[in-house]
């Protein structure tokens, strides 16, 4: 198993705490059940409105109330849509003036509805710092996004998609739990990409929120970069099959224009597995094994329209000024290479933004969300209390 193979999911076994725990696979996570089916009269309604919720049957930590949510929100055509998730409520009794919200974006976990978050055998487990969030006192709103659960394509790295999901979800957690509009967005990877693209969005598409703070762990930021570098790895592969499967189905993109016929049956494949546990990352790397003989008939894809403006147009930009801005990014990243994520934070810098980069030299792409978990919880308490945000931007 190569060491990006491993970064890109990252878990611990025998033991350890799995980081990716999705459902599909080795190890059977819940069956698709008819909660995440609504009627397109359903649908209709405002974003973020609930249209069904029950408790869920796996116990979250420290006795917190856990329900799976179906709410409505915006899909990438602008269309209303229903989406999945997770609301996780502290048991001890609310201040007068309500909890605040953190918004978990989870990494990666598949492109299919079975690979929900919210159906995996571990979802609490997941959601990284969850402890930490429940024992401090906050409501965690975790969305699968849309197509994870619900019965349509998941637009997989498609930021706006992604951030409405999350936006969404922190308006069902207040309608359940009475929680404050203050909150602030934590993810990983996607998830990463995820809360970056919160943080763009959130004045115009939620309003009645009032957005503290981002913080992202080894984001997706410059896509072109991530898909181009990586692509001679399993890692990488996986990303690029995974990434071309969704958008030639959301987006109606050419993909029998960039991979070779005979590499279809193995993206098709790939596109319906999903990952929790080590035997799914094993059965993940036999089944991706084709694409490193035959795979891109244009190994630069992403230089040829509409691969090109895709790209782009989910590649995010600086945040508001306004908006401050944690980096968490490890050094032994082979999949979200430091650089660029520090280039991230060097655009957000020259924007006017407050940026704190968290660098841990040791830690993969698979566990830098676990070992930054405490310090990203420590600093949404500050933003979330008002304190004045830190600053990396005038370091050398």
Partial sequence: MTTVARCLIGFRFAGLVILTVLSSGGAQAQPQLSF?????????????????????????????????????????????????????????????????????????????????????L?????????REMIDRGYVVAATDYPGLGTP?????L?????????????RAARTISGAQNRFAVWGHSQGGQAALFTGLIASTYAP??????????????????????????????????????????????????????MALATVDRLADECIESIYDLILRSRTSAPLAQTFLSMSNFYTAEPWRSLMASNTPGPLPAKVPLLLAQGGADELVRPQV???????????????????????????????????AIDWITDRLAGFAPPSDCNRG
């Fill in 36 to 120: 995440y089916q609504a009627t397109p009269e359903e649908i209709l309604g405002a974003p973020g409105t609930i249209i069904r919720q029950e408790p869920m049957l796996l116990p979250a930590p420290f006795g917190a109330a856990a329900f799976r949510v179906l709410y409505r929100s915006t899909g990438p055509h602008d269309e209303p849509i229903a989406v999945s998730g997770v609301v996780v409520i502290p048991s001890r009794p609310a201040p007068a003036n309500g909890r605040p919200i953190i918004a978990w974006a989870h990494p990666t976990t598949g492109v299919v509805p079975r690979c929900a978050p919210s159906l995996a």
């Fill in 122 to 130: 571990f979802v609490f487990q997941q959601i990284q710092g969850l």
């Fill in 152 to 156: 349509q394509t998941h637009p997989y």
């Fill in 158 to 170: 498609v930021g706006v998609s992604e951030a409405r999901a999350v936006l969404d979800s922190v």
């Fill in 208 to 261: 009645d929120l009032d957005l503290t703070g981002v913080a992202a762990a080894a984001p997706a930021t410059e896509l072109t970069t991530l898909l181009g570098d990586d692509i001679n790895s399993s890692g990488g592969r996986n990303l690029t099959a995974m990434t071309l499967w969704s958008w030639s189905r959301v987006f109606d993109a050419p993909i029998d224009r960039v991979v070779y016929p």
């Fill in 341 to 375: 994520t520090q280039d991230y934070m060097k655009r957000q810098c020259q924007a006017g933004g407050k940026v704190q980069m968290l660098f841990l030299p040791n830690a993969n792409h698979g566990v830098i969300a676990r070992d930054a978990a405490p310090s």
